[in-house]
Every structure is written in structure tokens, then in C-alpha cells.
């Protein structure tokens, strides 16, 4: 049933693409991307081998346009610094060849996968970023939003009080924490958040609600306080002095009163996440878990690998994996990004994040890139969000949100 569904899901999205110059097609997909229940305990219906069902929406349409002989647009529209970027990329990839080869084959495409994503998205960019823009407008990327603030509240009562995702998987894991709901609706929430607090747009309640409802519900302590962090940061910087020191100040009795909130929270409850941060031993639990695999990996190093890594296809093995049964105890990626880069390319684990700060830079005006690169860099201490499936749809939103910028690729 599962494998149906996906199968479905990849001809709809497919099609959908292949017919993105029909005005219902391209809405169609936003809509649907906001909307559907892509989450953790669904993947079965919407991911395989970490391919993503949306992102048959971009290779339709760009098999549209390779069929009408444009292709030659796809690399002429290329600016310099993203062509550089690419072969940045693939220069390390030849350079790691003699450690990339001791890893699996699977391993080694799992790897590439960010890359081959950020290519795909820059790709369609260059041929329907325009077009885009000209169909999807704020109205409606506001009724997205409000029809994902209604699908998520729906879903997460029929979890909380009937345990829906209980018959969707078979995993320990949402049986032992806290209800989240998270689809690709929650990565792309904290990005129109920060374009609205830097262009200063004045949030209606209802457009606040729809993005701060569907957030809560996700428990996702990282991007929430990373969200709050950057609007403090840039409201602090325009403030006088006489603002900051009160800011300073009342800060304290800010997150007591949040904290006093939190106590009464249901321990089932997305918000009971939050909770445990108050907590000094859990904090320093959570610390050492995310380093432990990286440590780990350390046991069968040569010297020189310290400053090499081990190469495209290195994969971690994760201790608290040995419960989940139908899931691989050794992963491509930790959950911190700087970690898992250290793992693979050693010192030049800052080549891909530069690789990735090019494309973000060529979507965004520079008002808003220092703090989408900001957010980025603060996630990547407990997300390795380069290697999520969501990447290109995150750009995909990026894009089209500030489509009155310069187009660039």
C-alpha cells in the first residue's frame, strides 16, 4: 500500500511538472507541498531512499524543457560564482576519490544527494524562477498556510487523541516521545517569518497564527529558538540604548514566565520539549549523544585522517539506532552538521557549507543573507540540514518569496 502511494504521488508530481506552464499545475504543487502530511512517521508513502516525491515536480519540468531542444539555457544562465561553486564541489569529490572508494556505492550517491538537489533546484531556477513569480503571490502562499495550520491541527488531534501515527509505523520511537508533526510546510514557515521581520511587514493575526500554530506543533526547539534569536538580534541592533538595557533586562523574567507556562504542559505534548531545557543533566545528555557517533567514528582512524576525514560515503554509527529495527544503524549524517562534515572532509568541512552559502546567496537579497545564513549556521549545531530532503524546496520557497530581487543562479 505504501509503495502504491509513493509510486502516485511521484507520477502526480511528475505530471504536475511536466505541465507547469498550466497555471493550476505550478499551484497545484505549492498547495500540495504546504498541505500533505509529509512527516517522520509517513515517509514510507512519500520518501525512498531519501528521494523526496516533490522533487519529480522539477525534473518534469525540466524534462519539459530538454524535450523542446532549450537545454543550452541551463548552463548560459549560470553566474560565475555558482559555476565555481560546482566545480569547487566536484574538485573535492576527485580529490577524495582515494578514500570515497573504500565506502559502499549507496553510501556514496546518499552523499552526493545534497548536491545533485541544490542542482536540480538552481536548474529549474534558471528557466521558471520569472514564471513562478508571476503565479505564486503572497495571497496565495497565505492560503497555503492556512490550509497547512488546518491540516496539521487536524492531524496532530487525530495523533494525540485517537494515536494515528501508531498505525501508520511500527517504530519504538513515536511510541517513547513526545507528538510532533513536521512536513516541508515547517521548513519553509521560519524562512517567511525572517523576510517579514527584515522587510518589516506588519503581521495580520491570522497570517501569525497560521505560521505560529503549525510551529508549535512541531516541537522543534532549534528552529523555534533560532527563529525568536535572530528577530531579538535584529531588533536589538535598531534599537537605542536606553531599548537595549530594558530588552537586557527583562529578558529573565521573560523566560521565567515561559518557564512557569511550560510546567503546566502535557508531557505528551510537542511543547513539553522545551521543558527539558531547563534541565542541566539533559541538556549535557543531549550534548554528548550528538558527539558520541562522531567520537566513535575516531577509533579507526589513521593520523591522517584528522585532517583528511574519510571521505564522500563515510557513515556513523548511531548506539541508540540498536531499538529501531527496521532502520540502519549506521547514517550518512549526525545530527549536527559541522560534526558530520569534520567526519567526512576533515579541515575542508567548510567547503560545503560555503558551497551552500553560494546558492543561498544567489536567492536572497543581501538584506536578508546574513540572517538566513545566520539561521543556518546556528541549525547546523543540532540539524544537518544540507543532507534533508527538504533543501531544494526550502530554495524553491526562498526564490519565489523575494521575487522582486535581481534574478541570479
Known amino acids: ?170 517504530d519504538p520511537y513515536f511510541k517513547n516521545n513526545a507528538l510532533r508533526y513536521t512536513n516541508l510546510a515547517s521548513y519553509c514557515i521560519p524562512l517567511l517569518f525572517i523576510i517579514n521581520i527584515i522587510y518589516a511587514k506588519k503581521f495580520k493575526l491570522e497570517e501569525g497564527i497560521y505560521m505560529l500554530v503549525p510551529m508549535l506543533l512541531t516541537g522543534n526547539r532549534t528552529i523555534i529558538l533560532v527563529c525568536v534569536f535572530i528577530a531579538f538580534v535584529y531588533y536589538f541592533m535598531k534599537w537605542n540604548v536606553r531599548s537595549k538595557l530594558y530588552a537586557l533586562c527583562i529578558s529573565p523574567f521573560v523566560i521565567g514566565v515561559l518557564y512557569l507556562i511550560l510546567t503546566l504542559v502535557n508531557d505528551n505534548s510537542s511543547l513539553s520539549r522545551f521543558k527539558k531545557l531547563f534541565n542541566y543533566e539533559y541538556l549535557s545528555h543531549a550534548i554528548n549523544t550528538r558527539l558520541e557517533p562522531l567520537l566513535l567514528s575516531f577509533k579507526d582512524y589513521q593520523f591522517y585522517n584528522y585532517f583528511t576525514g574519510k571521505g564522500f560515503g563515510h557513515t556513523f554509527y548511531i548506539p541508540w539506532f540498536e531499538y529501531r529495527e527496521h532502520i540502519n544503524n549506521y547514517n550518512i549524517y549526525l545530527d549536527n552538521l559541522y560534526g558530520t562534515l569534520y567526519g567526512k572532509f576533515g579541515v575542508l568541512f567548510v567547503v560545503p557549507i560555503l558551497f551552500f552559502a553560494v546558492i543561498l546567496k544567489n536567492y536572497s537579497t543581501d538584506r536578508v543573507f546574513k540572517y538566513l545564513l545566520l539561521y543556518f549556521l546556528l541549525l547546523g549545531l543540532t540539524n544537518s540540514f544540507i543532507y534533508q530532503p527538504y533543501i531544494a524546496w526550502f530554495i524553491f520557497v526562498l526564490a519565489i518569496s523575494l521575487k522582486n530581487t535581481p534574478v541570479k543562479s
Open 1 to 170: 500500500m505504501a509503495l502504491f502511494i509513493y509510486i502516485l504521488l511521484l507520477i502526480t508530481y511528475f505530471l504536475l511538472g511536466y505541465f507547469i506552464k498550466q497555471g493550476y499545475s505550478l499551484k497545484a504543487f505549492v498547495l500540495l507541498s504546504f498541505a500533505l502530511p509529509f512527516t517522520n512517521f509517513t515517509s514510507d508513502f512519500h520518501t525512498k531512499h531519501q528521494v523526496s516525491v516533490y522533487l519529480l515536480f522539477f525534473v518534469g519540468a525540466l524534462i519539459r524543457v530538454i524535450a523542446k531542444g532549450n537545454y543550452s539555457n541551463f548552463y548560459k544562465r549560470l553566474t560565475t560564482t555558482t559555476t565555481y561553486a560546482f566545480i569547487g564541489i566536484s574538485v573535492v569529490f576527485l580529490l577524495y576519490l582515494p578514500l570515497t572508494i573504500n565506502h559502499g556505492f549507496i553510501d556514496i550517491l546518499k552523499d552526493l544527494k545534497p548536491y545533485l538537489y541544490l542542482g536540480l533546484i538552481v536548474l529549474f531556477l534558471n528557466e521558471y524562477r520569472n514564471y513562478v513569480s508571476e503565479i505564486i503571490d503572497e495571497r496565495f502562499i497565505l492560503k497555503c498556510l492556512q490550509v497547512n495550520c488546518i491540516v496539521a491541527v487536524l492531524f496532530y488531534a487525530s495523533m494525540y487523541f485517537y494515536d494515528i501515527h501508531l498505525l501508520l509505523i511500527d
